[in-house]
Every structure is written in C-alpha cells, then in structure tokens.
Nanobody
Framework: QAQLVESGGGMVQAGGSLRLSCAASGLAFHMATMGWFRQAPGKGRDFVAALSSNGINTLYADSVKGRFTISRDNAKNTVYLQMNSLQFEDTAVYSC???????????????WGQGTQVTVSS
C-alpha cells in the first residue's frame, strides 16, 4: 500500500545545508502533488513547500522562500527538499506528503511519511 519514507535528516550548524529525500511506493507518484511540512517542538505542523505532479509549479512558505528548494524525480518516485542557509528556527521534524491537488494546506494531502528530524545548532 501507499508508503512515504523520509531520509536525510540530521544535525547541522546554522548556515549549513541538508537535503531531505522522500521515497514513495504504492501510489501513482507521477500524478501526485508532493509537499513538505514541519513540526517544531511544542508547535503545530506548518507548511514548508509543495510541488505539482509535473514538477513545474512550486509553493513555499515565506519563512523558507529563497533558502529551500523542492524538487522531484518521477523516475525514482522521490521528492527532495534542499535546505540551505539553515537557521535555528528551522529545527523540526520534517514530513513529506502526497495528495491529489496543489495546495499548501495539510488537509489536502492523503498520505504522510513518518518524518525525519532536522536539528540546527546556533
């Protein structure tokens, strides 16, 4: 059945970079909008980025615009989140999600990964 598995999280100093990956299986990846969300300690889940099924259209939260880049490789059923100029405030559990429509709202997504921890030290 549908499964999303994130990887690439870890610890990095402020100003550094990480690339997250999300491998999808059991779904029509090439037809799905893919999104990244994050949840910081003690806070709710926030939208980070979304990418349309054709890999052309993107949405970014204002807090990450210009620093993060979402991309996908439909041949590998994988979506990526390149995170540059990381800040302490980016510390969170990052989850990928798949859904039928191009939206920033978490309610629009049907499938979710387990999340991967990103910790940015100051």
């Amino acid at each position: 059945q549908a499964q999303l598995v994130e990887s690439g999280g870890g610890m990095v100093q402020a100003g550094g970079s990480l690339r997250l990956s999300c491998a999808a299986s059991g779904l029509a990846f090439h037809m799905a909008t893919m999104g990244w969300f994050r949840q910081a300690p003690g806070k709710g889940r926030d939208f980070v980025a979304a990418l349309s099924s054709n890999g052309i259209n993107t949405l970014y939260a204002d807090s990450v615009k210009g620093r993060f880049t979402i991309s996908r490789d439909n041949a590998k059923n994988t979506v990526y989140l390149q995170m540059n100029s990381l800040q302490f405030e980016d510390t969170a559990v990052y989850s990928c999600a798949a859904g039928p429509s191009f939206r920033a709202n978490a309610a629009a997504y049907s499938y979710w990964g387990q999340g991967t921890q990103v910790t940015v030290s100051s």
